[in-house]
């Protein structure tokens, strides 16, 4: 694996870190071009309009995987949301949450992992998250740049929860999150909206999406800001206290082109900037990230999914004390590249069966530099590299009316080079720790069953699935005033069992039921464990266990839609011994619940109302600090006024709910207040 990271780099991927914006999109868009034109024969046709569109989708769902439960949110929802935001939208299935309640204006990045089931708060995903197939998350801290996942952009979101198998199984011990990109009918040729909101926030943004041959280019950005809203409660604001201001841009490109009567090769590229501030004035954070990704999908007798992808992200953050509210650590630097690729081969085993095999490979590095800042100035340099790479096989077999599924893998990982190294303010070395690799072999699987009953479906499935540490969990030590955690470079992965049972019914037209209850286990859970009142240390716990149901709702009648969820987990931590054994994790609700109710008539109105409510969780391990339970209401209005041009108005938390999304002793942090948007949208 060493020698695979040494010629990576040496062949330049290391340094998409370094390739500005216009040199990144202008070769991919030219050689996009020229195999679109150069190949006419790989097409789909629209039946409306007979032209030629290639769909730049992957290989069909296996038959099987309704087994495992799941839920769709269709482009429609992605794009009418009252925020305008994915990781707002994905609150639409219970259980769905980031480490705090906050989204991606006024979070702090680094604390944006994905998570469901209550299987315990943690910044790093628990969740795998994929776009176009390729997983997105920053490969130092294992967060989710949401910011930069535009819903216009989107096709469509399936979210499955439960641990998982076939590629890039490692770290589904939550759930897996498959983002999939527009495709080209779903888009205009040129389509954007420009929306103006309360507190001066301001979003614009625009797509193109020309047809070159018979495949396409789309072409996209965004660019927002906004002043922010006081995250401190008005009893203790101070001097220094300062509005949650945010300014983030994007751009991406996905180039889609035909290589034969069913084959086609598919480029996506992104480049995001974002900077914040988070309560005192000073305490700004910035991320930004270069990614790129090509895939290969044949459709045909052999069918092939293989793509390759490299991402170069970077994090800055500052800290100010919340007593002299001078700076106290300046994060100033956190450079970090991943690298991956997997194939996966469907070979022509017969009609009653789809058989899944293939590999995948992830590699990442990453280093943090930061100075601390007090009586003595000290500077830390830290980091080091993970790889993970497996081989799995899966088939799904149909017997009729049931379909059995189940899959295998085996994994190999590595933590490498590991270190640690305090300079004083004149550079003299003071501390200097290397810590030793470490490597493993994780076998996972998982298997179901599905029974057709005409209007009704019964699932079952079993699954087991393990998540390595990343750097941030290893390496990087944090401070939230008044607590400082510690990193913990002797970290063990975490491994899931878990089994699940469910019904899928349909009992009237348009209407679907779903019902899911569910045993997981995530042994070797990684936690924040509280050492002192101002001292925490990231640590391995003997496990989280989380039981639950789940239910899902949706109604179709007319020009009216109503869909619904809910999830109630009961979730403990088993830790003999310790003194929060037997109590709920930090950060995890037991109740979480949504609902949305559209109306749209014949004459392209839209309307829609959203509430969601969260349930009581606990800001520490301990259960010392509550965050009590919040419902919302949006608002979301669509007037078209000619054709391809609408105004859209939008009202987040209607009724002006207080959310607190920190309490550390009482020193808390609050969610988005009410916020009004009013804009004009064209192309849609």
Known sequence: MTEVRRVA?????????????????????LLAGILAAGNARAQDVDPATGDIVVLGRGLDLPPGTPAYGSVTINRQRLENDASGRVEDVLLDVAGFQQFRRSDSRSANPSAQGATLRALGGNASSRTLVLLDGVPIADPFFGYIPFNA????????????????????????????????????ADLPTSSGQALYGSRNAQTVSATVAPSVGSGFVALSGQFERGDGFQTTPEDQRTPATVPARYRDWSTGLRAVAPLGPDTEVQ?????????????????????????????????????????????ARNFANTVISSSSFALTLDQRNTPSTGIGGKIELRPPVGGDHVLRVGGDV?????????????????????????????????????????????????????????FFRQRSAAGALTTDTAFPSRDGTEATGRAGALLKL???????????????????ELYRPFTVFPVTTQANANLSPERLRGVEGGIDARPLPGMTLSLTGFYNRLGDAIANLTISPILRRRGNVNAIVAKGVEASFDWRRGAFDLSASYAFSDSKVDAPGMAFNGLIPAQSPRQSASATLAWQPRSGLLASLTARHVGRQYEDDLQTDVLRAATTVDAFVKLPVRKGVAVIARAENVLDETVVTRNQAGSMDLGTPRTVWIGVRFGA
């Open 149 to 184: 996942v535009i819903p216009s952009r989107l096709g469509g979101i399936r979210v499955t929860r439960g641990g998982g198998s076939g590629p890039f199984g490692a770290g589904a011990v939550a759930g897996t999150i498959e983002m999939t990109s527009a495709s080209r």
């Open 362 to 418: 992830r590699l990442a590095d990453g280093q943090l530099f930061e100075d601390a800042y007090g009586a003595v100035i000290t500077r830390r340099n830290a980091g080091g590299n993970t790889s993970v790479a497996g081989l799995f096989v899966e088939d799904n077999w149909t017997l009729g009316r049931l379909v059995l599924t189940g899959g295998a893998r085996v994994d190999h990982w590595t933590i490498t080079d590991g």
């Open 9 to 29: 780099k040496q062949s330049g991927m290391i340094l998409a870190r370094d390739i500005t914006m216009t040199r990144a999109m202008r070769v991919p868009m």
């Open 454 to 472: 005409g209007a009704v479906d019964l699932r079952l499935a079993g699954y087991t699935g393990f998540r390595l540490p990343t750097l941030n």
């Open 267 to 311: 480029f996506r590229g992104l480049v995001f900037g974002d900077n914040r501030t988070l309560r005192f004035k000073g305490a700004d954070s910035s991320s930004s990230g270069e990614d790129a990704s090509i895939r290969l999908i044949s459709h045909g007798r052999w069918q092939v999914d293989a793509l390759a992808y490299v991402q």
